[in-house]
């Protein structure tokens, strides 16, 4: 158990619906992550969120949403959802410095979307 | 051109074999290395961090760096079975942004199977 929590664990939806993906950091970790792994194009980054703000965005679509809450747990919001959104969505959260110790991300175990 | 270049493979060896796993980049800027490990439907951990250039060894695995080359190895010694996975390099500029955090950039990942 990496510490970080990501629920569910496998999602089945329809086009057109709108679903929210749901992580809780490690204990102490300030920054939160999220991800889309698809088979051919990787790990893909979306948006970053740190103590409740939003710090960076990658290449997240409109219809993605997310947000981080004051007891540090973060959304992922997709809506309109198309069948190509069927991937992997990953959190991941990292220790604040100066542990460099600790650098890098720890990961959730993924959310399997799948829309149909 | 990808900022992180990476063979996706497959790569299959036999067990006891030395594996060495690679990363080209192309911005000079990048300073944190990182090497991942992804089983099958799980979330990416991490394997072995270096800053700068130079070798890091833990038990059976090495990380090397060569800023000069923008190039980064990882070698598996003696692999067995459960090494099989999915290998992820990740680097990033700085420690810490001053944003409250620092950006991981991803190749697409190596995987590698150990026949026993």
């Known amino acids: 158990d990496s510490g970080v929590t990501q629920t569910p664990k496998h999602l089945i939806t329809a086009t057109g619906q709108r679903v929210t993906l749901r992580c809780s950091p490690r204990?102490?970790?300030?920054?939160v992550y999220w991800y889309q792994q698809s088979l051919d194009q990787g790990l893909q980054f979306l948006i970053q969120?740190?103590?409740?703000?939003?710090?960076a965005k990658g290449n997240i679509l409109e219809r993605f949403s997310a947000q981080q809450f004051p007891d540090l747990h973060s959304e992922l919001n997709l809506s309109s959802l198309e069948l190509g959104d069927s991937a992997l969505y990953f959190c991941?959260?990292?220790?604040?410095?100066?542990?460099?110790?600790?650098?890098?991300?720890?990961f959730g175990s993924g959310t399997r979307l799948t829309v149909v | 051109q990808k900022e992180v270049e990476q063979d996706p493979g497959p790569l299959s060896v036999p067990e006891g074999a030395i594996v060495s796993l690679n990363c080209t980049y192309s911005?000079?800027?990048?300073?944190?290395f990182m090497w991942y490990r992804q089983y099958s439907r799980k979330g990416p951990e991490l394997l072995m961090y270096t800053y700068s250039s130079g070798n890091k060894e833990d038990g059976r695995f090495t990380a090397q760096v060569d800023k000069s080359s923008k190039y980064i190895s990882l070698f598996i010694r003696d692999s067995q079975p459960s090494d099989s996975a999915t290998y992820l390099c990740?680097?990033?500029?700085?420690?810490?942004?001053?944003?409250?955090?620092?950006?991981?950039?991803f190749g697409k990942g190596t995987k590698l199977s150990v026949i026993p």
């Open positions: 204990s102490g970790d300030l920054s």
């Open positions: 911005n000079s800027a990048f300073q944190y």
């Open positions: 969120y740190y103590n409740g703000e939003e710090r």
């Open positions: 990740a680097m990033s500029e700085r420690y810490w942004s001053g944003a409250g955090s620092y950006q991981l950039t």
């Open positions: 991941a959260s990292s220790v604040p410095p100066p542990d460099s110790s600790l650098y890098g991300y720890t």
